[in-house]
């Protein structure tokens, strides 16, 4: 986390600050505002408000000039209900001081993020709702935002992009996604500072793409994902520093007892909540006693008792217990023991 501070210190001063307004600003910009900022300061790259993206009929961003001078916004990136085609205009910018925001785009061929390409650091959030979107495609070097919330991108079935984010802050929320089946896309995160949310998501199918991530330090909420079977996934994530536990209302979910949810549950580190899920999983009390079963045939395992079956020599000869020399010692359970009894 420290490197990662430092790196975009470091960072900072490449953006491009200089020569920039400081009084008499406007609120926020929109898009036909931009081409006026660039004459009146031809030397500044950073725009010192919120940059709104157009409600009419925009095409791409590349019929309003000036945006490709930008390298930095000191605010927030807005598509309140715009309308765009791409992102293409803003292939510069690297730096968002606040959030990028994309909510109910009307442009049904915006549907990745084409155009931000050499988008670096967000540090707000990433708010996708309301969208026609399909990949997050075109985040290729995003490495730092603080939150990551989708709702209700219904058309979503790829999630990329995230590949050097390891780190969210204030949380990772993905809900009501009907076409998304996995998270792959969050394969390098380990450490959430608040919620994980995952909800009402109808085709998920597997956790796995959380399987790196080991901290969340806040509310673990996974609800109304009819198809999803299991939490594998989640194994990595330390149990103690979760502050509640509620998983609801997954009707195909049947494999909860995971060692960490199993430990969570046990020793009562916070509140758990549980219900309207698959056997096994249906209360606190089902995950507990599949806990339960698990670690009993953990312990049978180890203190079975194995069988000789046979001693043979070195030569495969069935031979005695005899002192002094090698002997191979068969067990009913497959396995195979060399020993040398020294007198």
Not at 6 to 34: A, E, H, K, R, V
Not at 82 to 93: E, P, V
Not at 232 to 244: K, M
Request: with cysteine; net charge negative.
């Amino acid at each position: 986390m420290m490197k990662k501070i430092l790196l975009i210190l470091l960072c900072l001063p490449l953006i491009g600050f200089g020569q920039c307004p400081t009084i008499g600003l406007p609120n926020y910009y929109n898009c036909s505002d931009i081409a006026q900022f660039v004459i009146d300061y031809p030397s500044c790259k950073n725009l010192p408000r919120t940059l709104y993206l157009p409600y009419t009929s925009g095409g791409d961003l590349t019929n309003y000039p000036g945006l490709d001078q930008l390298d930095s916004i000191s605010g927030r990136l807005v598509c309140d209900e715009c309308d765009i085609t791409s992102f293409a205009g803003l292939s510069n910018l690297k730096y968002i001081s606040g959030d990028l925001k994309i909510d109910e785009p009307h442009n049904f061929e915006l549907d990745n993020f084409y155009g931000l390409t050499s988008l670096n650091y967000i540090g707000g959030s990433l708010k996708l709702s309301e969208w026609s979107l399909e990949s997050t495609s075109g985040l290729d070097n995003l490495n730092n935002v603080n939150k990551i919330e989708i709702y209700e991108c219904n058309s979503l079935t790829t999630i990329i992009g995230f590949e050097q984010i390891d780190t969210l802050l204030e949380g990772l929320y993905i809900d009501d996604n009907f076409a998304l089946s996995n998270l792959n896309g969050f394969s390098s995160l380990q450490y959430i500072g608040a919620d994980l949310e995952i909800r009402d998501n109808a085709q998920l199918q597997s956790l796995s793409g959380l399987i790196n991530l080991k901290t969340v330090e806040g509310e673990l909420e996974i609800g109304k994902n009819p198809i999803l079977t299991s939490l594998s996934g989640l194994d990595s994530v330390i149990p103690n520093l979760i502050e509640s536990l509620n998983i609801y209302q997954c009707d195909s979910l049947s494999y909860c007892a995971l060692d960490n949810i199993c430990e969570y549950i046990d020793q009562q580190y916070g509140i758990s909540t549980i219900y309207d899920n698959n056997t096994i999983c249906n209360s606190i009390l089902d995950i507990s006693n599949d806990c339960n079963t698990l670690t009993n045939s953990n312990i049978e395992n180890v203190i079975k008792i194995k069988n000789i079956v046979k001693i043979i020599d070195v030569l495969g000869r069935e031979s005695e217990q005899l002192k002094n020399q090698p002997l191979f010692y068969i067990y009913d359970d497959g396995t195979v023991e060399k020993r040398i009894v020294i007198e």
